[in-house]
């Protein structure tokens, strides 16, 4: 079965040690965690963990299920790209002196479509929210010049279709 | 208003009392129906004994005499009741002793709560004094856990614990308690937990699955039935046997559905998997629908996935919707408790008879008996085999006792040739193979079965590797019987290095303390067979004994156990020889 992107959404209790017993789940199989975020989500109370990974749909699917099996986690999804609509961020500390000895610096920043967070007298601050690949296309343009430091978010999506969480949760609770 | 406030303050007065964290977990199992625990205390855990100690009226404590006995004793006592088995330990050391019986119970669905003594809350992290985190240790091998810091969480979380133990697919919780939490005082009141919002034990049955299902074994020629703990931990023995009768349906069983149908049932075909039967396993490639109930599909079981059942159809009956297509595809899946979702496809199947088929489990039987059951049973060559002495344990015990076994080859022959009567009988440990499970397993099985026979089977290796709760069996006078199929090797991988390594037996020979001595050092009524003309007379003196009983028996040192499903190997290609 061929591999490809999967992200995998997880609704669940907001718990401590939760993070440990999932990511686990991917450890047992030996699946890296390429992307990881936590965060909350439209429910109250309700914590979401988006996940992504590369492998086949058949592994992903079984990591679905044996996350779903967990006390805590109410439910979980997985997504192809197509699915969903997702975002990264990154931020690029850069020295300041070369936005003016580099002219081409400022071209990236226009095409690339970031923002400038902050500048001082010795370094400024680059934000970018988009796809992996305009990120990374944006870091190999920088690269050049010396990038002082560098990180990038993990993965955060909406998925096209409906999330019908509330009618589960109501589902559980009346059960 | 006033009378109402009154009121209200004696109605609190009644229910909630002043006490302890300590004390209230004392209250807590109580509550929960436990009346005997295993354990080991340990500074951590200390202000908890304290209380078992004023409490030893109403609730037992055995002390083993090592935290994995605690645990597998535990797991005995909750596989021959069905009820959740409780063991205690303290922090560091004692905590990480449990870990393989935790593990066990796991991967072989056994209720289970564990609680630990951890550092006080101040110093966690800190890598104070038999400080580990036995949390984040037990995650991969807890249905659930949970670090108790305030003296506060205690009720609500013991009653998660017990509820998420036993219900769905039940397992072992650890809770782990911090020593300020278990000194603190709280205004205790217990109240059982019904229902976890994010956790849904049991799945909703379909109706239409269930159609589905009683459609593919109405129009079966030759349908065949696989059955797993799932019956028992579901209580649906009674309907597994009423389906294989009104369907006239042969059934085998995993090694851990062993016991959930007599033994003796003519379509009770036997077992499947790498020591299985031969007719169960060959025709597995046969049949034309294949309905499972409460397994898994384990490697043990199915051999190679590519070529196990191809030809069938298959139904999968199962509480857990993760195992639902994880190592086979399946046709149809029923999800929900065996219980419920069997009596909802009983009236739906036709009555039925598959003579032909029958016949063909009949013919693969008569190969069997001819080339390795009858020389196992009733050897003509001088040395003892496993086989016999099980076979003598059957008569001495009426085919009723609760046989306990460890893990290697006496495990797979008292499974193959041990009968049972009654359900919840069969106490071994299949998922994990953990040696060293049989002897305090027996204990706690023996423990929460009084009125039964327990025989523990166990190899002189795994014998040796809990030996130390003969201090137990002594203390209290359970009375266990030991049976000990010496064959002065690690049996079972010297089996493979002959077939497999070329008889190049790496690290399987032992050399053997004198086991009746050790067992006489406890106390315990002991006796070596070296010859078959004993056996029968010692197998019958050690069921009459009314005390516990150690039976030393020097089996051939170099058997072998057959049939056999070679690793990779596919259940059509078992190897009888």
């Known amino acids: ?175 | 208003m006033e009378t109402l406030k009154a009121e209200k303050k004696e109605k609190k007065q009644e229910t909630t009392m002043r006490i302890t964290g300590a004390e209230a977990i004392i209250h807590c199992l109580l509550a929960e129906g436990v009346d005997l625990i295993y354990g080991y205390p340990g500074g951590a855990i200390m202000p908890v004994y304290d209380e078992l100690y004023k409490f030893q009226d109403k609730l037992t404590h055995i002390l083993t005499r090592h935290e994995q006995g605690a645990a597998h004793a535990a797991q005995g006592y909750a596989r021959v009741t069905g009820r959740v088995g409780v063991a205690m330990a303290t922090s560091g050391p004692g905590a990480t002793n449990l870990v393989t019986g935790i593990a066990d119970a796991q991967i072989d669905s056994t209720p289970m709560v564990c609680i630990t003594g951890q550092v006080t809350r101040s110093l966690l992290g800190s890598d104070a004094f038999q400080e580990t985190d036995i949390v984040g240790i037990s995650t991969p091998v807890t249905k659930w856990n949970y670090q108790i810091t305030r003296v506060e969480e205690i009720p609500e979380i013991m009653a998660k614990a017990f509820y998420i133990a036993k219900s769905g697919r039940p397992g072992p919780v650890l809770v782990d308690i911090t020593k300020n939490a278990q000194f603190d005082e709280l205004d205790f009141k217990y109240e059982k937990c019904t229902g976890v919002r994010s956790y849904k034990p049991v799945p909703e049955p379909d109706a239409s699955a269930i159609e589905k299902a009683a459609e593919l074994i109405n129009n079966a020629k030759r349908p065949y039935i696989i059955f797993g703990q799932g019956v028992i931990l579901g209580e649906a023995e009674s309907e597994l046997k009423a389906l294989v009768e009104k369907g006239g349906i042969p059934a085998a069983w995993t090694i851990l559905g062993l016991s959930a149908m007599e033994t003796d049932h003519p379509l009770n075909m036997g077992m499947v998997g790498m020591h299985g039967n031969y007719g169960p396993n060959v025709l597995t490639n046969e049949c034309d629908v294949l309905i499972a109930i409460g397994m898994r599909f384990d490697d043990r079981v199915t051999g190679n996935l590519a070529t196990y059942a191809k030809q069938a159809k298959i139904i999968h009956f199962e509480i857990d919707p993760a195992e639902v297509n994880k190592n086979v595809r399946v046709d149809v899946a029923v999800l929900g408790n065996a219980k419920e979702t069997l009596g909802m496809l009983l009236p739906l199947i036709n009555k039925n008879e598959h003579k032909e088929w029958l016949a063909e489990f009949e013919k693969k039987h008569k190969i069997e008996f001819e080339t390795v059951i009858e020389k196992d049973i009733y050897p003509t060559k001088e040395g003892l085999t496993m086989g016999e002495v099980m076979e003598q344990i059957n008569i001495a015990s009426g085919d009723n006792a609760v046989i306990v076994s460890d893990v290697g080859q006496h495990q797979m022959i008292a499974c193959r040739y041990a009968k049972f009567k009654e359900t919840k009988s069969n106490i071994t440990s299949g998922g994990l193979g953990t040696m060293g499970f049989g002897l305090p397993a027996a204990i706690g099985a023996k423990m929460g079965a009084m009125d039964r026979e327990v025989v523990a089977i166990i190899g002189d290796g795994g014998y040796q590797m809990t030996i130390q709760e003969l201090g137990v069996i002594f203390q209290h006078n359970v009375p266990v019987k030991i049976v000990v199929l010496n064959n002065d090797h690690l049996g079972m991988v010297r089996q493979w290095q002959e077939l497999f390594f070329e008889s190049r037996y790496a690290s399987t020979v032992m050399t053997n303390p004198d086991f009746v001595k050790i067992a006489e050092g406890y106390h315990i009524k002991a006796r070596r067979v070296v010859q078959r003309s004993e056996l029968k007379d010692a197998v019958e003196e050690m069921i009459a004994s009314k005390d516990p009983y150690f039976l030393e028996v020097k089996v051939e040192k170099e058997d072998n156990v057959f049939p056999m499903i070679p690793t990779g190997a596919s259940v059509a290609d078992i190897r009888l020889k």
Request: charged share 25%.
């Open chain 1, 1 to 175: 079965m061929e591999k490809q992107w999967y992200t995998i959404s997880v609704y669940s209790e907001n718990n401590v040690g939760l993070l440990n017993r999932i990511s686990g789940i991917f450890l047992k199989r030996h699946i890296n965690i390429e992307g990881l975020n936590v965060s909350k989500s439209e429910i109250e109370n309700v914590s979401k963990f988006t996940i992504v990974i590369y492998t086949t749909e058949d592994w992903t699917r079984k990591i679905v299920q044996q996350i779903e099996k967990q006390v805590e986690v109410i439910k979980a999804f997985y997504h192809t790209d197509d699915d969903i609509i997702y975002q990264e961020s990154a931020l690029f500390k850069i020295a300041s002196h070369l936005l003016f000895d580099e002219r081409q610096i400022q071209n990236i920043i226009k095409e690339s479509n970031s923002q400038i967070v902050t500048v001082s007298r010795e370094f400024f601050v680059l934000s970018k929210t988009g796809r992996r690949h305009e990120i990374d296309e944006m870091h190999d343009a920088l690269e050049p010049y010396g990038i002082m430091q560098f990180v990038r978010s993990g993965r955060i999506a909406v998925t096209k279709a409906a999330m019908p969480i509330s009618e589960i949760l109501k589902e559980f609770q009346e059960n």
